[in-house]
């Protein structure tokens, strides 16, 4: 009886042992991995500060962060007066065309969205780029205030009773030209020219009028590209591969994605004025005439929009042509639809549109021009408010394709599939594939409930899922409450971020999200199987999958602090 006894002890210690010693060995990978993560983020980020560096001595990152509070005030009071006078020299052309049209639709609707009680809790330097065409620098704002909106219906002049203090976390990009050099002198944000030094008055064409230069151009001091919310931004790697790109750079050297985004950003804008006007005329300049022929058929139905909000604006791959070449964009963006017969306002809704640019083939970019994308490309006027398609300066057709990129096409994200790939997922491994994709939480949460929520049905098993997962994820509630809100009404848009519809590599980068933290919860792995489920994905192969992306995500993060560490000993 004592030897069974001290048998049964010895196997339980054993078993302990073995259990104990699992456990450690998750704790160690799940460590590795988020300090591997960790690390590249660190590493990738000092060697673009080294490059900006050695490019311009006196860079500061103090400075620029002083700098980047005081525009934060002066764009916030430019949205609250509706004046962007105090901001145009610093910011892109893109911006400035949102901000004007965004105030023009609260004209039209009789509103006007105020700022109150603005106070700037953070602002951290998140993210820097450079490249030979670009220095970016992206900056994390956390702001607080109250945004009631001013009701001037019948003169009335009414505030809006909900005025509670409101919590906002912004992403804002700054670019440059390389080899711009930080001056210890006041520069664009501070209304002085960065080049002679005098108090900025710009010229119809946007020059300095004292010196005559191009002060928005990057070319003297950073210039306001975009701004994100907290819910759309993603960091994107100037060096991300896109398809086409480096081939076109053999002939167009100073083609550069920036300048492309700000373009396809001022062409967004442009049709949502086209939507609140319901004419053609915004899109004069800037559309090809065979779309304007089709634009009022296709799009003008009684409908705009508001509350808008440009999430991603993404280019997908470039090609040549034999008359035109083209760029391929993914945009995405939510709003509030408006019915302009009835006035009646919708949900929250999500939308993505696939975007062609034509241009002539054998033009090339002009990398000086900075971020003007609504300048004339022959004399460099910008284009004026009465939309016309020739420039108002020097008569050079604006719409041809001739001088610049204009838009080709505007289509759903669903349509464009549809049209390219069919109708059903592909759940196969297939080759050669593109590994950086587009998957932000937005894009990521709309499938999940698009495919989760499929038969129309909300099962209350699947919704914990979901609470679960954007917990996890510190994803805002409101953003999943918002998307489930716009899927039930129909205006959910966004079926999948690339133009494969794989359920296959949908599956791996939920896992890998999953993963960020180098474990997945139980919550977790419940909505892996039921989103598996729905394509015929076995439990089995998601259970493999996790632990192969588990185990890969441990190697190479494993790799890169052994690096790390042999460096630190040199």
């Known amino acids: 009886m004592s030897t069974l006894f001290i048998i049964i002890i010895v196997l339980s210690s054993v078993l302990a042992g073995l259990f104990e010693g699992h456990r450690y060995k998750q704790r160690r990978i799940k460590h590795t991995i988020v300090r591997g993560l960790q690390k590249q983020n660190t590493q990738k980020q000092q060697i673009q500060h080294n ?93 607080s205030g109250r945004y009631p909106i001013l009701d001037k219906r019948s003169g009335s002049n009414k505030i809006s009773a909900n005025t509670a203090l409101t919590l906002r976390t912004e992403y804002w990009t700054f670019v440059r030209l390389p080899g711009t050099q930080t001056r210890s002198t006041p520069g664009l ?168 640019l034509i241009r002539k083939t054998g033009l090339t970019s002009d990398l000086k021009k900075g971020l003007h994308s609504l300048h004339c490309s022959g004399c460099g006027a910008p284009q004026s408010e009465n939309y016309q398609d020739c420039c108002e300066y020097c008569g050079n057709r604006l719409n041809s394709g001739e001088q610049d990129w204009v838009l080709e096409e505007f289509a ?75 899927a039930q009404a129909g205006e959910l848009d966004m079926l999948s971020p690339d133009e494969t519809l794989d359920a296959s590599d949908w599956l791996d980068k939920l896992i890998e999200m999953c993963l960020a933290d180098g474990q997945v919860c139980a919550q977790e792995q419940k909505l892996l199987l039921a989103f598996g489920a729905k394509f015929n994905i076995l439990a089995i192969d998601i259970n493999l999958r996790i632990k192969r992306i588990r185990q890969k995500m441990y190697l190479k993060n494993k790799q890169i602090l052994k690096i790390q560490n042999s460096n630190h000993k040199e």
């Open 412 to 486: 759903p994200h669903l349509e464009h599939i549809i049209r390219i790939k069919g109708h059903e997922f592909a759940v196969g491994n297939k080759p050669n594939k593109k590994a950086d994709r587009i998957f932000d939480p937005v894009s990521l949460l709309s499938c999940l409930v698009l495919v989760l929520f499929a038969d129309g049905k909300v099962d209350a098993a699947e919704q914990k899922y979901l609470d679960e997962f954007v917990k996890n994820r510190r994803i805002p509630q409101k953003v999943l409450d918002d998307i489930i809100k716009a």
């Open 51 to 143: 490059k900006i560096k050695q490019r311009d001595k006196n860079f500061s990152e103090v400075v620029i962060k002083s700098r980047v509070e005081q525009a934060f005030f002066i764009i916030k009071q430019a949205y609250s007066s509706h004046d962007t006078r105090p901001a145009t020299a610093f910011i892109s052309d893109g911006l400035a065309e949102s901000m004007q049209i965004l105030f023009q639709i609260q004209k039209q609707r009789q509103q006007q969205r105020k700022i109150e009680n603005l106070n700037l809790n953070g602002c951290e330097l998140v993210g820097m780029e450079a490249d030979k065409h670009y220095e970016t620098l992206h900056f994390k704002l956390d702001s």
């Open 189 to 356: 944000i501070e209304g002085y020219c960065p080049n002679c030094g005098n108090r900025l008055n710009l010229s119809q064409f946007s020059l300095c009028e004292s010196c005559g230069s191009l002060v928005g151009s990057g070319e003297y001091d950073w210039i306001l590209a975009k701004i994100t919310s907290e819910k759309q931004w993603r960091f994107q790697n100037a060096k991300r591969q896109i398809a086409g790109v480096s081939d076109y750079q053999v002939v167009d050297p100073a083609f550069n994605i920036p300048l492309i985004e700000d373009r396809v950003s001022s062409i967004f804008w442009r049709l949502q004025k086209a939507w609140l006007t319901q004419k053609v005329d915004p899109i004069l300049s800037v559309a090809h005439p065979d779309f304007i022929a089709n634009f009022p058929q296709q799009y003008l139905k009684k409908f705009c929009f508001d509350n808008i909000q440009l999430g991603l604006c993404e280019v997908s791959h470039v090609e040549f042509g034999e008359r035109f070449d083209k760029v391929y964009l993914l945009l995405k963006w939510q709003a509030n639809k408006v019915d302009l017969n009835s006035n009646h306002i919708s949900d929250n809704g999500f939308y993505a549109h696939h975007i062609t």
